[in-house]
């Protein structure tokens, strides 16, 4: 059951380079293609050892950081210590959800169902909650349209002060929203109605309120199957602190975490795309050129991008290569792309240097996120 949660009901096969794209792309994205293929290693090849070490790592770290975080004295070194060095960790074992959502139907199942149950229920945040929209924001179909459910053009406006601050009381709303979410689980079966709508409207883990969530039997399953353990996960919180076993300060101090690891999640959305688009449906040329790739070091994207997914546009036009092989593939693309090529036009300075467009706005014309 826990298998079918992670799947989520799609299947990506491994080694294909189009996952949605149209046809008629340009000459360069098949170029770009084939000088993958031409590569000496097998580029879309997983390595289980390091999707395995990689989630073992962050969840023992962010757990042990959290630990001390929630049982240090209130307002404790030890305490104000832990809680940054908790919030990496987490959002680090929380961005696996996308690793583990862009793996094939039947790949890695036992990595799958340790991540859920391990990590993705404990911190509220199971795959089948994540890789539909996820996988439609990569389609051809919704990419930058407002149907996309991670294209932060939906949800801010760059320049734009009553966007910006909305944005940031979004970030403050979403821990509080997909709590009660889970927590209300049984009222979601009151009428079918409702939960139609909740399977629909309420069972994304995006800020786009406007996107429809598509539905399979699989679908169905998958949310189901993670849904009670969740709810489980919810009530606990409460219940524990109403039981006396925790204090009352626990609950606010595990709202501290969720936003801080949110608004890492969020301020990375901010420069993943340059959010050019008019809202229109676009071609494979402009959803590429509209994404960035990432190759300095500096702290801030380091910080933003786990996982090489800061090499973003290199990921959407593979969007089946695993994490792991995104540097070395970003690095035979430049060892063997003409000089002229647009693939190479594609890297960008720094986090900053996108996300201060989808903050404070674009001085050109061109319609900023």
């Not at 539909?132 to 930058?144: E, F, K, N, T």
């Not at 969020?266 to 790739?293: K, P, W, Y």
């Amino acid at each position: 059951m826990i298998q079918a949660c992670a799947d989520d009901g799609i299947e990506t096969a491994r080694g294909t380079d189009d996952d949605g794209a149209l046809p008629g792309s340009p000459s360069w994205i098949h170029e770009v293609r084939q000088a993958v293929r031409a590569a000496d290693t097998d580029l879309f090849r997983v390595s289980p050892l390091r999707y395995w070490i990689d989630f073992l790592v962050s969840m023992t770290a962010s757990y042990v950081a959290a630990s001390v975080y929630l049982l240090a004295p209130l307002g404790s070194w030890q305490q104000i210590l832990a809680f940054p060095i908790a919030t990496f960790w987490l959002y680090r074992m929380g961005s696996l959800v996308h690793e583990v959502c862009h793996l094939g139907e039947h790949e890695m199942p036992g990595f799958k169902t340790a991540w859920n149950v391990l990590g993705g229920i404990m911190i509220l945040m199971p795959s089948p909650f994540f890789t539909r929209h996820h996988r439609d924001h990569h389609s051809q179909r919704y990419y930058g349209t407002p149907q996309d459910p991670e294209y932060v053009a939906n949800w801010v406006e760059g320049g734009n002060t009553a966007s910006v601050l909305g944005y940031v009381v979004k970030i403050m709303l979403m821990p509080i929203a997909v709590f009660l979410r889970f927590l209300l689980v049984p009222l979601t079966f009151i009428t079918p109605q409702v939960r139609e709508w909740t399977l629909r409207h309420a069972s994304a883990l995006t800020f786009n309120r406007e996107y429809e969530r598509r539905l399979t039997a699989a679908d169905r399953r998958a949310i189901l199957a993670v849904e009670i353990p969740c709810f489980i996960r919810a009530l606990l919180i409460p219940l524990l602190v109403i039981l006396g076993l925790n204090p009352w300060t626990r609950m606010p101090l595990l709202y501290a975490l969720a936003v801080a690891t949110v608004a890492l999640n969020q301020l990375r959305f901010l420069a993943d795309h340059h959010c050019e688009g008019d809202g229109s449906r676009v071609d494979m040329a402009a959803h590429i050129t509209d994404s960035c790739n990432f190759t300095s070091n500096d702290p801030l994207t380091l910080l933003f991008f786990p996982f090489s997914i800061r090499y973003h546009a290199l990921h959407h036009l593979f969007p089946s290569m695993p994490y792991h092989n995104l540097r070395r593939a970003h690095e035979h693309l430049v060892a063997t792309l003409p000089a002229d090529s647009p693939y190479l036009a594609l890297d960008r300075p720094g986090w900053w240097s996108v996300a201060k467009r989808s903050i404070l706005g674009s001085p050109a014309a061109t319609p900023a996120c």
